[in-house]
């Protein structure tokens, strides 16, 4: 098996490429920076010559589309460049793959995002109703168009993940966990202030582990059905506000919690969770970690990336 990833220096990106290291498939990864690592080439998905070339030399049996921006906050101040990077980066590489003759199957990643902020509070599943609420969901939803006419026109079996909030080990600043983690470990350290500083608190959400999210990749890239989609989640809701306090239960050293107004995103989900019965009954996935053992994981990973020698409680 070879598998072909984009974005794969990414915080999805490089936990996938772990494991499908240990599942002993052969990887090239792609990214617009390249990397240090044998596996990893530069390669940015918008421009299509260079796509074409990796994609007709290593011939993948496997592609996992991870590559695109992914901030929803970030795609309000600079809607263009999520249209184009997402939107047509997809293009380009189903084009690449159509111009090669190279029949792959591919997973599409696109995101909970797309489902916007539903009326009530029932578990989503993926017959709900499409409507977001930010440029970077409706460039999602786009780009399972895009992939669903591919399929229909020529036949490139796509399959399409839709993760809901996933955390974990590697994950930048920016996100909400690792936000958190962040502020709580440089206070471990004497660099901080005492407090950790927040948003909106209330939306309740559905926060899976990166480990688990990219094991239902690689099992719905292998096993999925082409033409659908899939919800990738716990299944459980959980606020900001109780995020925020199991991740200050695990600090080694007493905070207070302080209102950023700059954290407050201008648009809100109040309550999004998913339903996974899909996936459990296609292909019997079901989460492994709790998200208890998520924000151990990530402040570990942060007092290790920050320099602390801490030992957690």
Known sequence: MKALITGST????????????????????????????????????LDFDSLLSHVCRFRPDLVFHLAGLSMPSH????????YIV???????LLEALRVSGVRA??????????????????????????????????????SE???????????????????FNHAGTGQKEGFVLADFS????????GQGDG????????????????????RAYHDLAVSGTPGEAYNICSGKGTSIQELLEMA???STVPLQVGRDDRKWRPYGKSHIVGDFRKLNQALRWTPRYSLRETVENTLNWWREILGARIDPK
């Open 105 to 142: 199957r591919v997973l599409l990643v696109s995101s909970s995002e797309i489902y916007g902020n539903p009326e009530t509070p029932e578990p989503i599943n993926e017959s709900a109703t499409i409507a977001p609420l930010n440029p970077y969901g409706s460039s999602k939803w786009l």
């Open 248 to 250: 200050l239960r695990c």
């Open 195 to 214: 407090i950790v500083w927040v948003g909106n608190l209330e939306p309740v959400l559905d926060f899976v582990d990166a480990r688990d999210v990219v």
């Open 145 to 163: 168009k895009i992939g669903l006419q591919f399929l229909k026109n020529y036949e490139i079996p796509v399959i399409i993940a839709r993760p």
């Open 75 to 82: 795609s309000l101040q600079d809607p263009r460049n999520h």
């Open 182 to 189: 962040r502020q709580i470990v440089l206070n471990e350290l």
């Open 10 to 45: 990414g915080f999805a990106g490089t936990h996938l490429i772990a494991l499908l290291a240990q599942s002993g498939c052969r990887t090239l990864g792609l990214s617009r920076c390249g990397s240090s690592q044998g596996s990893e080439e530069s390669c940015d998905v």
């Open 86 to 92: 997402n939107v047509q980066g997809t293009v380009n």
